[in-house]
């Protein structure tokens, strides 16, 4: 290649370089107006609209469950759900609603999920009636997905989970599943929801609403395998507004007042939880450093606790988010838009396993024993430190010991060795590492 070929590539590069230049330019201006309507848009990054997804349970020939005096579900669920629509409509112009049936038609549990999941929605509500063979039982439910208790509620998952035979495919869609198999409700209840935090929060201002607003007999917030809120990727709820199935709660339901204030509480409940999401979105996004953390109930004075939850929202500890932990603290620390909630207080590391056995029991299967490093600085000495524990009686001056002279304490068959004796946790702590750095692993310090 000679010379006059570079000048020639040259010459070639810049007047492509250029041309290029002048399209971009021209494109430019003539995209403007659309990249300054995409930026200033409210659909557009953290300005992007509230989205809603409001499910009238069944639907055409899917009649759901008829009531006192031949009320049908499917006309109960619609007319509240529209009624829920119209009120966020009127209050909220920044909240996108949509709908999975405005008529009565057939939907299929699998597409409601879908028209959710497709929308991005940021809640999913699936408004139902409840039925009982029996004519007593009466009282509101609103379902999260989950295992807890998941036995109890097999009937109602059943029932609600049964349209699916209405389907042409639903063996292919569900993958086999069949509603009457508990195996396979339970199944369905190990799809782990991210989002269950905030679905159970809602659940819970919903219920709360019945009771205060619509003066309905809650019967609280469950647990329960249900399809259509499986396969949402949302926080989503499944709502039973009562039974119409009572002659006195069919009533209420399948009349407009009733509907009315079911419509009314669902609304109030998501009124408040839109804008504590909404809060906790804009705190993390204000303060993307971790705050110091600032301890609101008091800590427990052992130096092991147990962390078994860490959530955007905070819970009060009667919630049932709580899943009936109670006799031992819990305690909530808020670090940055996370609370992280730790239970109970144990000096020893065997009374945290426990404690921890006990947690997990609770249905908390990914909890963690943590050190209670503040509890630990001021903890009241003396302190000592067990080098090990072992079944094998071993002389103070044992060579396993590695020239440390122990004492030997028996406790329930398990004999500590034990070396030294702080009045302060810091002096504690430096042998500790000395010991540690001797190969002594296991050592830890104890209180004396
Ligand atoms: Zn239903």
New binding site residues.
Partial sequence: MGLKDFSHIGFKNTENTFMARFTLKNIFRLLFPLFAFLFFSPAFGQNKKFVVVLDA??GGDDG??TGFGGYR?KDI?LQITQMVGGMIAKNHKDVQIIYTRSSDVFIPLHERAAIANRNKADLFISI??NANKKTDPFGTESYVMGLHRVEDNMDIAK??NSVIYLEDNYKEVYQNFDPNSIEDLIGLTLYTNKHLDNSIRFAELVENQFKSNASRFSRGVKQAGFLVIRETTMPSVLIETGFITNPEEGMFLSQLYGQEKIAESIYNAFATYKKEVQQVAQVEEEKPVIDKPKVDTNSGSGNYKVQFLSSKTKFPNTSPQMRGLKNQPIEVVQTGGLYKYYYGSASTPQQATELLNKVKKSGFSDAFIVENKAAQATAKGPFTIEIMASKQKYESTDKTFKGYIVRRVKKDGIYSYQFGKFTSYADAQKTLEELKSKGFKNAMIIGN
């Fill in positions: 349970g069944h759901g469950a579900e669920t139902h009636c029932r609600e």
